[in-house]
């Protein structure tokens, strides 16, 4: 049986990304997975060029796995993702070593790019955006994700149309693609028979979703309708939406739907105005701010995250505090806060940067303080409080349970194995730094 090592750089969608490389692997020619390169008759590097110290890693990596192909010269290595979407056949001219070359897009294609390579002799590079061609392409699906059996995926769109000023990811994934109404609530529908409990909708804009519903045009707010529809499914999340697709119908759907979860991951990116024109996000944060002040109306133990991106070119001082006091303000109880990365080909990239990078680093670390001093408060005013959690497996430590909260927080608690992929009822009793610990309510 071929055996295949997988190794993710970078995001989200590149992990769903990776789950569905191994799903059309072994869907094809019953590829397991492998945990070591030495066993392996496949290696894919699953890439994301979102910023540049994930993209030159890359490289790196290729050469640790180069000597391989001596003891085993029928090794196929393959790149994927965003920096193969990017750099194309430029990645064979540095590492000739490599064999197939392929997109985000082209990932159902993988098995078919791999038997042409061998059949030729030649490297194969596709990263064509063959649009929805893929979603019909992939394997039935399986559950995944954190907590196989009870969890699952589903992406409804890919790619994005924004084209905000830093990024590369519509040149990498292509414009925003919607995948039908029907095939959505035909995967959750498939996915709940199996006993799923909980999707996590998924896309890089995934409110940004729109399709044919019943003859006329709907949005996200009432897919999430639908889905909350679907029998068996008795919790619905998604990521990662975008303030200018949030609508008010979304919002009222967080008063409306209980199978909703009070938890929404919404970009910020920055705190003043200026910069977030220049980053050409769309909106002001007085428009960021009234969507969080609603949403907190309708749903008022929501948890609310972010992305932040820190010494974006010609943030001032100024700028930094506006965005520490709105990351104060709105409370976030959670953040990814990253130093802004200069991409080639992005409009950003040609505007002059002169903040030194220490200072940046510096602002980075004031930022992570102040989110992490509000995820330890946010922690706090939980306990005492009853969650319901759906358990997830056995505890890192091994003597308890461990199961994710509504707000997706992590909770450990003593428990029995047969409660694993279960909804239970968790009284928090203490917190630590990012781990909330509890007992069984009866
Ligand atoms: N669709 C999402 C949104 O609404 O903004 C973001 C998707 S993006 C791939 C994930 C995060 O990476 C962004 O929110 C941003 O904070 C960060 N990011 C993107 N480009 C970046 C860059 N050039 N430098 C640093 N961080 C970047
Ligand atoms: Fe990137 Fe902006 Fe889209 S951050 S993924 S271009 S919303």
Redesign the pocket.
Known sequence: MSKLYLRTFG?QMSEYDSQKIADVLRAAHGTERTEQPEDADVIVFNTCS??EKAQEKVFADLGRVRHLKRANPGLMIAVGGCVASQEGAAIIERAPFVDVVFGPQTLHRLPELLARRRASGEPQVDISFPLIEKFDSLPAPREAGRNAGASAFVTIMEG?SKY?S????PYTRGEEVSRPFADVLAEVAALAAQGVKEVTLLG??VNAWRGSIAGSTGDFAELVAFVSEVDGIERIRYT???PREFTQRLIDAHAALPKLAPHVHL?V?SGSDRVLAAMKRGYTTLEYRSIIRRLRGAQADISVTS???IGFPGESEADFDATLKLARDLRFDEA?C??????PG?PAAELPDRLPPEQKLARLHRLQAQIEAQAAAFAERMVGSVERVLVEGRSRRGDGLAGRTGNNRIVNFPGGEELIGRFVDVRISACAAHTLRGELAR
């Open positions: 995001c979102v910023r994005c905000c830093f990024c590369v990811v890089q804009n990662t939406s975008h970009p990116q992305d932040f991106i990814y990253f130093v802004y990365s200069a991409r992005t």
